[in-house]
């Protein structure tokens, strides 16, 4: 069946470091592929999305890359802030498909 | 900028009770999702909706779970008979169309069953 997974629950980074979220995918139809933020208390909120054929995207500060020959989704934020500390979750969507099935999620703390 | 609405913000109802979740999902929007997140865990979804009529439903979108839209802007999920496990925090989307395409998320209801 479908299923998205994260490798690390909890990340912690310091303020102005590089942060690398990962997410792993098992359904090789999924064509297409976002990232959300979601802060306490609100919706997820879009951050990047890429299609299966790209390798890489890029946007403000934040880049997400893509492997399907192992089926793994990254996100990088660069030069991380305080506002960046939220739970990151990846989600995917096959072309024909009608939902977006969300990974379990990885909270990024940002320490001052 | 465009947004989706949902409302009431939180909900609290009685096991067995019939509650309704609403939306106003963004104005040029074709397609309609709702989601479910429970504490702590990862947001799950529920049903999509398009052209008027349910397009694709999960396993949890059981015959307690109904959804609607009554007229031009409003999105409603309707659960029939609360239970404690309906107890989440329930998100409603839209996106302009179904392919390549990012769903924008309420704020959410949290819905309490006591």
């Known amino acids: 069946g479908e299923s998205v997974g994260l490798h690390l629950p909890t990340l912690s980074v310091q303020e102005g470091d590089n942060s690398i979220i990962n997410c792993a995918y098992s359904?090789?139809?999924?064509?297409?592929f976002i990232w959300y933020k979601q802060e306490s208390g609100k919706g997820p909120q879009f951050i990047i999305d890429?299609?299966?054929?790209?390798d890489k995207r890029q946007g403000q500060r934040v880049t997400v890359l893509l492997n399907k020959t192992v089926k793994h989704l990254s996100l990088q934020i660069a030069a991380t802030q305080p506002g960046d500390s939220a739970v990151y979750f990846c989600?995917?969507?096959?072309?024909?498909?009608?939902?977006?099935?969300f990974g379990a999620g990885t909270i990024l703390r940002v320490k001052s | 900028e465009p947004e989706v609405t949902q409302t009431p913000s939180h909900q609290v109802t009685q096991m067995g009770q019939e509650v309704i979740l609403r939306c106003v999902p963004i104005?040029?929007?074709?397609?309609f999702y709702w989601y479910r997140q429970i504490l702590g865990q990862k947001v799950e979804f529920l049903v999509s909706?398009?052209?008027?009529?349910?397009?694709?439903k999960s396993e949890i979108f059981d015959d307690q779970f109904s959804v609607e839209r009554p007229d031009g802007s409003n999105f409603t999920l309707k659960i029939r008979s609360t239970k404690l496990e309906d107890s989440a925090m329930y998100f409603c989307?839209?996106?302009?169309?179904?392919?390549?395409?990012?769903?924008?998320f309420g704020q959410g209801t949290r819905l309490t069953v006591v």
């Open positions: 989600a995917e969507n096959t072309m024909d498909g009608n939902k977006l099935v």
């Open positions: 890429i299609r299966s054929n790209m």
């Open positions: 104005s040029n929007h074709l397609y």
């Open positions: 909706f398009y052209n008027n009529e349910i397009s694709e």
């Open positions: 359904n090789s139809a999924s064509d297409y």
């Open positions: 989307a839209s996106s302009p169309g179904v392919e390549y395409t990012e769903a924008f």
